[in-house]
């Protein structure tokens, strides 16, 4: 892989393989950690309420406790029939991407662009890469995976310190930021005015990408 120019926190050598594993347990323990934590809260204050440890003196604490039982429900409840198909989907089609493209691109300059629209409580956030010579990608639209769900500052650290790409710009592909570890899923924003340049890309990048499963837009 040739040396990333023009960035000192940018990798020389990224193992696709490595990511493609490592992007599987990210969303295990991701899940894992919020699924034990709303168990806790659903399951708990109950317990205790049934053992008597609220008993005599410690009576009010029933009033405090028994909200917490309810979010804990409501939590697994999301996560279950909300959050977890999505990020299985998503998380899919990210593998898929890898088990095609390897990380051979470097982009030094990242124009990040929030999104004006909101979608799922969180702003859409588009991006174009620019490399050394000028040349500049399609503006591409971003989905961190697994996502990080609503923060102040949306975008992974260090993005600023440009990316690694795999993939096939016109069909989308992921984006991984070295100094951070963040990987993103990407598809054109205007899709629909690449087509023909996508039509137009060979028999050989086509059936790559419709492989990596980017032949049709994937959020």
């Not at 960035?7 to 992007?23: G, I, N």
């Not at 969180?122 to 991006?127: M, V």
């Not at 899709?191 to 890309?201: G, I, N, T």
Request: hydrophobic residues 45%; aromatic residues 8%.
């Amino acid at each position: 892989m040739p040396e990333a120019p023009h960035v000192e926190h940018s990798s020389a050598a990224v193992d696709t393989e490595e990511l493609r594993k490592r992007l599987t347990s990210r969303v295990v323990r991701k899940f894992l950690a919020y699924g034990a934590t709303f168990a806790v809260m659903a399951v708990v204050p109950p317990l205790l309420v049934q053992s008597g440890a609220f008993d005599g003196t410690w009576h009010w604490l029933v009033n405090i406790t028994a909200p917490f039982t309810g979010i804990g429900i409501m939590g697994l409840l999301v996560l279950l029939f909300y959050k977890l198909p999505s990020a299985v989907v998503v998380t899919r089609a990210s593998r898929k991407v890898l088990r095609q493209y390897s990380f051979e691109e470097f982009w030094p300059h990242v124009v990040k662009k929030d999104g004006k629209r909101a979608t799922r409580g969180r702003p859409e956030l588009t991006l174009r890469l620019k490399n050394a010579e000028g040349t500049r990608s399609p503006l591409l639209r971003v989905l961190e995976v697994p996502s990080r769900g609503r923060r102040r500052d949306p975008w992974p650290e260090g993005i600023q310190n440009g990316v690694w790409v795999a993939g096939d710009l016109p069909f989308g592909g992921i984006a991984f930021v070295p100094s951070s570890g963040a990987l993103l899923l990407m598809h054109p924003e205007k899709w629909d005015r690449l087509a023909s340049e996508r039509e137009s890309a060979g028999p050989d990048r086509i059936a790559r990408a419709e492989r990596a499963g980017l032949a049709r837009r994937v959020f």
